[in-house]
């Protein structure tokens, strides 16, 4: 996989050190590659997919891999947690060192999201933008609620069923503003650039022109999927409408700032674990060496994996209030 990404303006890296001007044109881009490393065994508790940069330098997909693929198009980075039909609800462990991959647990259980009629699995490849968080001592003046204490989710809308871990180059469409139990939990809407249809699909209004119904879906998906297990229904601001491509990279930017703030210890990072690779220099409580980078993971023994569980194929059948 070959990323073209181009740093952020403030934040600078050890390993690619910027220039004056690239630290004042960020439309100036840098070719980067990231690969994955599985580690444990799929569908069990001990599963973690580490990454790894061209160099096969160990890194934080949540701090280390840029947030822009083209600062001057607006293309962000994504890094691709659950691939589209899929259940298994896989996150960036931001409170683990190097953050890798791995699967939620709830109760001593690893968890799956529920199959709510007619839907299967997750609707999109579903993941994150890099070097974003949505901080939790903030309160949105839309939403009226603070960050989840995430990166900012996306959702990818291509034809494409994306890998685990896989780093994507995304445009973005639009945004959805999810209210879950009391946070503010935003929903980026986005294509691939690679999609065949990415040139047609530019901002919220052309989804609901040539995919119908995709964002209803959406809002259905992400309104019930939590009822299976007992949990209310989630709300949403703004009526449950979609806002625009405009509306959604500024809060993606006002993420990145929040982000900029936390790995600069200007914001409390609370039990987020913010040691990387690339990104703090040397001195900084947040620079994990290359030998400590190595030893997490070898930590980390090879397993075979797992069977998923049938009760996962269930679907859930209740009527929409």
């Given at each position: ?29 840098v070719n980067m590659s990231f690969t994955v490393e599985q580690r444990g065994s799929l569908n069990a508790l001990n599963f973690r997919l580490f990454f790894k940069n061209a160099e096969g330098k160990y890194i934080s997909p949540f701090h280390d891999i840029p947030i822009y693929a083209d600062e001057s198009q607006n293309i962000f980075h994504m890094v691709v947690e659950v691939p589209r039909w899929t259940n298994a609800k896989m996150e960036i462990a931001t409170k ?226």
């Amino acid at each position: 996989m070959l990323h073209t990404t181009s740093p952020s303006a403030d934040v600078s890296f050890r390993r690619y050190p910027p220039s004056q001007s690239q630290t004042e044109n960020t439309s100036l881009q840098v070719n980067m590659s990231f690969t994955v490393e599985q580690r444990g065994s799929l569908n069990a508790l001990n599963f973690r997919l580490f990454f790894k940069n061209a160099e096969g330098k160990y890194i934080s997909p949540f701090h280390d891999i840029p947030i822009y693929a083209d600062e001057s198009q607006n293309i962000f980075h994504m890094v691709v947690e659950v691939p589209r039909w899929t259940n298994a609800k896989m996150e960036i462990a931001t409170k683990d060192l190097l953050n890798p991959i791995k699967q939620d647990v709830k109760k001593g259980k690893l968890r799956y999201v529920a199959n709510v009629f007619p839907h299967k699995g997750y609707i999109w490849n579903y993941g994150a933008i890099p070097q974003t968080w949505e901080d939790p001592a903030h309160k949105d003046g839309d939403t009226d609620c603070c960050g989840d204490n995430d990166p900012i989710d996306v959702c990818e809308i291509g034809s494409k069923v994306c890998s685990r871990g896989e780093v994507i180059k995304v445009k973005v469409l639009g945004i959805l503003a999810m209210i879950d139990e009391g946070e503010t939990d935003w929903k980026v809407i986005a294509i691939n650039v690679e999609d065949p249809e990415a040139n047609d699909l530019n901002n919220i209004s052309d989804v609901q022109r040539l995919k119908p119904g995709y964002l209803e879906a959406t809002v259905d998906w992400f309104r019930r999927y939590k009822v299976p297990d007992g949990k209310p229904e989630n709300r949403f601001a703004f009526n449950e409408e979609f806002k625009d491509k405009d509306f959604a990279i500024e809060v993606i930017k006002a993420t990145h700032n929040f982000w900029k703030a936390l790995i600069s210890q200007k914001a409390k990072a609370g039990e987020l674990n913010c040691k990387n690779t690339c990104v703090s220099a040397s001195d900084s409580p947040f620079c994990c060496s290359a030998d400590e980078a190595k030893a997490v993971v070898e930590a980390c023994p090879c397993g075979k994996d797992e069977d998923i569980p049938s009760s996962v194929d269930k679907w859930f059948y209740y009527e929409k209030k």
